[in-house]
């Protein structure tokens, strides 16, 4: 329950949670640690244009990078439940930095193309999901459902500020410096806020004890789960394709060192959405409040039809951004409802996962597409990836709801 102060005022949300015995450093530790996330992508598609000048094979190298984060990250999700965060994580972290660094030198080199696709397998496969495990954190160190979805949307925020930071300094790097500056500040993040995030033993939450009979079962199996696996997919498309396409269109206009700012600018009208609706609590059900914003996410990139110029670009990215913050966060709020405590990182990892996996699809799809018939068929998949998502999301309605003593305690409670 919110207290009023002796002055009748409400207290922010985002204090209270910040004010949580360690808190804000595995918060922010877990900040600096994804902030490769916004950026690989971009740098990578960046430096290989550059270099081999092809969007189609930069497209596909972005894609092979993520691909294998996700076929391997729900794997080390499991793992993170059964022995912990800082076991599980720690040597991930050196072996990106060797995948990371071996791609950074292939693309300087101009080095063979197979050299790619092997550095590329092997930073996404040791890539961590510390959305997932900060999470994780949080409900381990909040026992009040209405902190959780504060925290939840305080990380979500979080994640929008890194894109918002992310593509415009790589970008701003590539373009103005050298075209591997971009993949150079991500190396040092994973390794230097990967470090950080696990060395705080202290908030670490402890390894659950699955029940009897439930050791080897996966989260996947969980009721719900397919379906927001699969939205999620149809959202990480929109992402991906926004990337590739925003970087071709500027570069047709003459302007590319305006794709990092515009790109931004999505995230930025994000962060916005994402700020206020974790500040408030909501007596609507989760599952409808998730319906709304994949449709408002659709009505959004329909827009994208629209683009003309850069400056139609930057306002229709800004109103899509609003619908991405509040679906990701009632996503993962859902995945909290939906799986058991032993499953809740491997779970939360799915969505990313998944996410990720859209944004590799989306990536590769739209540089095809720009390299046959320029930018304006990379949008085309922007739409194509949001109807995917919206698609799926109405026809499966039934299965968000089935939980219904779960989803009460959530909903009631944001």
């Known amino acids: 329950m919110v207290q009023k102060t002796g002055r009748s005022r409400r207290p922010n949300p985002y204090a209270v949670v910040l004010r949580t015995p360690g808190a804000a450093r595995f918060s922010a530790a877990a900040v600096l640690a994804r902030l490769p996330m916004s950026m690989l992508g971009i740098g990578t598609i960046l430096l290989v244009e550059a270099v081999y000048e092809s969007y189609a094979l930069a497209g596909r190298v972005s894609a092979t990078l993520i ?77 009040d459902p209405k902190l959780v979805h504060t925290a939840y949307s305080l990380e979500s925020a979080l994640d929008e500020a890194v894109f918002v930071v992310g593509p415009a300094v790589v970008t701003l790097l590539a373009t103005t410096v050298t075209p591997s500056a971009g993949l150079l500040v991500p190396l040092v993040a994973a390794v230097v806020g990967g470090l950080w995030f696990v060395s705080q033993r202290a908030t670490e939450p402890p390894v659950v004890v699955h029940e009897p009979g439930t050791r080897h079962r996966t989260a996947m199996r969980e009721p719900g789960m397919l379906v927001l696996v699969l939205a999620f997919v149809g959202m990480g498309v929109v992402f991906g394709a926004t990337d590739v396409s925003t970087i071709a269109f500027t570069d047709e206009k003459g302007a590319p060192g305006l794709a990092g700012l515009l790109l931004a600018t999505f995230a930025f009208g994000s962060l916005l959405s994402g700020l206020f609706y974790g500040a408030r609590h909501w007596v609507m059900a989760l599952w409808k409040r998730f319906v709304i914003g994949m449709l408002l996410l659709g009505a959004g990139a329909s827009l994208f039809f629209l683009v003309d110029s850069t400056g139609v670009l930057a306002a229709v990215m800004f109103v899509t951004g609003f619908a991405i913050a509040p679906t990701l966060i009632n996503g993962n709020a859902l ?77 009631t409670t944001a």
């Open 67 to 143: 691909v294998a984060q996700a076929v391997v990250s729900p794997q080390v999700a499991r793992l993170v439940d059964r022995i912990g965060q800082r076991r599980t994580t720690l040597p991930l972290v050196f072996t990106a930095a060797v995948g990371l660094g071996g791609l950074i030198t292939t693309g300087v080199t101009h080095g063979p193309e197979p050299l790619l696709y092997v550095f590329a397998i092997l930073a996404g496969a040791s890539s961590v999901s510390y959305g997932s495990m900060v999470r994780a954190r949080w409900s381990h160190a909040l026992s």
């Open 335 to 411: 995945v909290q409802s939906l799986v058991r405590p032993a499953q809740l990182t491997e779970g939360l990892t799915w969505v990313s996962t998944a996410l990720g996996l859209g944004v590799s699809v989306g990536a590769s799809l739209a540089g095809s597409r720009v390299d046959a018939v320029g930018a304006h068929g990379g949008f085309e998949v922007v739409m194509g990836g949001a109807a995917l998502a919206v698609v799926v999301t109405l026809l499966a309605v039934r299965s968000l709801r089935r939980d219904r003593s779960r989803e009460e305690i959530t909903t």
